[in-house]
């Protein structure tokens, strides 16, 4: 049971417009969220956090949007650059310690 | 400032063998995690310890086992290995005493190979 789903397995984006990368969720429980980019063979590397009290988070050329009735958070990339191009994964904070993580959406700016 | 590092770095290993994974955390961070991340899905959650105790602990069979010693550096055993625990073995620190919203910082991974 998929309770974080990244449905897009794979984005292209022109560099300099703008990524947006989806996260859907089932979970009501679900009170924390996160952002991770990872590249080949590294681990992967925060991004970006909100709370389920927000409905918006900033953090320079990122932003993370939630819609709470929606089960839904999406995460924005403005201006996308070459170097953004990694797999990108969204979790989910279930109690107090455990991760839930999407299967990941491979995003590549096109130059 | 070292980040998290993880040894070995790939690991091959046959069916029914026992494999040891180490991890040294953040200087100052307190809790460990580990996560199995296989092909194609998103890391999973195996285990966290914090200040030498289990936390809490994903829906993983017996055969993992994890300890963290004085000096917050962290083992994950798995016994008994079967292919399907080929994956990349990640482990992840965070300061730990925020609990869940602490940020968690992760090392590059242990790449296991089960033939």
Redesign the interface.
């Known amino acids: 049971d998929q309770q974080v789903k990244q449905n897009s397995p794979s984005l292209s984006v022109q560099e300099g417009r703008i990524s947006i990368l989806n996260c859907d969720y089932t979970n009501s429980m679900f009170d924390y969220f996160l952002w991770y980019k990872k590249y080949p063979a590294e681990g992967p590397t925060f991004l970006i956090s909100i709370s389920s009290i927000k409905d918006k988070n900033e953090d320079g050329r990122f932003t993370v949007f939630l819609n709470k009735s929606a089960k839904h958070l999406s995460l924005h990339i403005v201006p996308s650059q070459p170097g953004d191009s990694a797999v990108y994964f969204c979790a989910a904070l279930l109690g107090t310690y455990k991760y839930i993580f999407g299967t990941g959406t491979r995003l590549k700016v096109l130059a | 400032d070292a980040g998290?590092t993880q040894s070995p770095t790939h690991l091959i290993k046959t069916r029914g063998q026992h494999v040891t994974l180490r991890c040294s955390p953040i200087s100052g961070h307190k809790s460990v995690?580990w996560?199995q991340q296989v092909l194609?899905?998103?890391?999973?959650?195996i285990f966290?310890y914090y200040e030498k105790e289990e936390?809490?602990r994903?829906n993983f069979p017996d055969r993992f086992s994890a300890r963290q010693f004085p000096n917050y550096s962290s083992e994950l055993n798995v016994n008994a290995l079967l292919l399907g625990d080929s994956a990349l073995y990640?482990c992840?620190s965070s300061p730990g005493s925020n609990?869940?919203?602490d940020?968690?910082?992760?090392?590059?991974?242990t790449r296991l190979t089960v033939l």
Request: aromatic share 20%; net charge positive.
């Open positions: 998290v995690s996560y194609g899905q998103g890391p999973q959650f966290q936390r809490g994903g990640l992840a609990w869940g919203t940020t968690q910082y992760f090392g590059p991974g």
